[in-house]
């Protein structure tokens, strides 16, 4: 449907015989603008009419994880010195353990001392095939939980950040953490040697033969204290950053180190008390370390940014 011919316009034709040329302006400007206004508005016909843009994908928002206070020239020595104070006290324990035990329970006439507590939750735990609980604790303790803490964090950056630019420094503060808990560890080992219960509950025979310095730390467990340090700061570490999934680090990390000091008492190398106090001990300097140290200042600001259609909408708060 087409608009008829404006009025107006026709007389235009001879209108510049008699010198009216404002008029006929006016005439041909009205009729113009009549005849866009209904093409605009006029139905489609014949053709199809154009199909609206699809609206574009919704894509997740982009936020920027807090800044961390960190040195390198302070947190990568101190890092590099407990692990070699833990490698080399392992490698000289026999010499560094004392040969008579700080936490005795047995008497001089053989009897035993041992705490209800800790008797009780040996009975309960310990199982008949030690050796593959004590090789699942290992595999536990030092390979698996590490390597989720580590899958788990670079995760959590790629996620909220869009990248693993701070990922090494999150795996730098949680190997120190970790690490410092151990060498409080080892040095407790020492001062404060205690049979395990292997040895405790072994016969006469077995006890009155030499006996490896292994056999005399128990107290307390390395791999429940590492595994516990290794949830706890990386799960500190993820939440001080303000990452998304800081609560899965923190609960697959501390089911992992549970696990573990489960593992060795069923592999009848710790009692109850050992695994409890290598998880409070663990847990408190994973997470003292990072929060203490590593923290954000007062006032850090944080970015974050949501693309939309045709711009994006840029966001930012403050840690007071």
Known sequence: MTLGRPRGIRPCVGAFKHRWPSKCVAAVSIGVALTAAHEAHAEPQGEAAAVAPAPEPERRPVRTSNELRYSLAIDLPVTIAAAGWLLGSEAGKQDLVPSACAICEIGNNGSDHLNGFDAYFRQAFVRRDGAAADVTS??????????????????????????????????????????????????????????????????ADSRQGPQSAESRVSFYSLHTSATFALAVSAGTIAELRGYSIAPLIFGSGLLLGATTGYMRMAADKHYMSDVLVGAGMGSLIGFVVPYTFHRPLPGNLRLSGSPLPGGGLLGASATF
Do not use: C, W
């Open 138 to 203: 290992n595999v536990l303790g030092y390979g698996v939980a590490p390597l989720s803490a580590i899958t788990l964090l670079a995760l959590a950056a790629q996620r909220d950040d869009g990248s693993l630019q701070n990922t090494p420094i999150d795996l730098l503060l949680t190997a120190e953490a970790t690490l410092l808990s151990m060498d409080v560890n080892q040095v407790v080992k020492l001062l404060v040697p205690r049979e395990r219960p292997y040895l405790h509950f072994a016969d």
